[in-house]
T-cell receptor
Framework: GENVEQHPSTLSVQEGDSAVIKCTYS??????FPWYKQELGKRPQLIIDIRSNVGEKKDQRIAVTLNKTAKHFSLHITETQPEDSAVYFCAASSVNQGGKLIFGQGTELSVKP | SQTIHQWPATLVQPVGSPLSLECTVEGTSNPNLYWYRQAAGRGLQLLFYSVGIGQISSEVPQNLSASRPQDRQFILSSKKLLLSDSGFYLC???????????FGQGTRLTVV
């Protein structure tokens, strides 16, 4: 089945710096790659997603890139702010596996003012 | 608009007691439904996945079971809880294959 690996597990940056989180997946048939943000004690919420027919997608300060050949995708946050501090999850979905979402292990991002 | 309800929010249960967590979705039909568990290590582990009534895929061997008695109702159960069942349980729904999943508020289960 699908396996999603996420790195790093923790990331600390200064306010205003950029943050990059990377994920790899195993199922070459995966075609949907969302990113979720989970604040302490709350439910995960979608912040951006990308499909396999697109290489890059941007929404204000966040962007996601996808390399299908290498089977990896990354989240980029620019001009980080303290409110960006949270746990971030990547996920992958494959039609071969019924479209279920398999998540990475999460990255705890800390933005220091 | 679609909403997802999950209850209870917190639960403390003794070892060996039964468990029933309920999740319902409103405003959509035939959703894909998920149960995830989030342990202290933060990862979201997929427990069960359902694409329709009576169609449930178990993702990991465990002490839990799931049922989908109605289209928009998903229940997580256990006959006898173990200490290792403690965690944050999240129900989620999605409109179809390869689409955004929306999470419920979660149930924090502590087995004592």
């Amino acid at each position: 089945g699908e396996n999603v690996e996420q790195h790093p597990s923790t990331l600390s940056v200064q306010e205003g710096d950029s943050a990059v989180i990377k994920c790899t997946y195993s199922d070459s048939a995966s075609n949907y790659f969302p990113w979720y943000k989970q604040e302490l004690g709350k439910r995960p919420q979608l912040i951006i997603d990308i499909r396999s027919n697109v290489g890059e997608k941007k929404d204000q300060r966040i962007a996601v890139t996808l390399n299908k050949t290498a089977k990896h995708f990354s989240l980029h946050i620019t001009e980080t702010q303290p409110e960006d501090s949270a746990v971030y999850f990547c996920a992958a979905s494959s039609v071969n596996q019924g479209g279920k979402l398999i998540f990475g292990q999460g990255t705890e991002l800390s933005v220091k003012p | 608009s679609q909403t997802i309800h999950q209850w209870p929010a917190t639960l403390v249960q003794p070892v060996g007691s039964p468990l029933s967590l309920e999740c319902t979705v409103e405003g959509t039909s035939n959703p894909n439904l998920y149960w995830y568990r989030q342990a202290a290590g933060r990862g979201l582990q997929l427990l069960f996945y359902s694409v329709g009534i009576g169609q449930i895929s178990s993702e990991v061997p465990q002490n839990l079971s799931a049922s989908r008695p109605q289209d928009r109702q998903f229940i997580l159960s256990s006959k006898k809880l173990l200490l290792s069942d403690s965690g944050f349980y999240l129900c989620a729904w999605a409109g179809g294959l390869g689409t955004e999943a929306f999470f419920g508020q979660g149930t924090r289960l502590t087995v004592v």
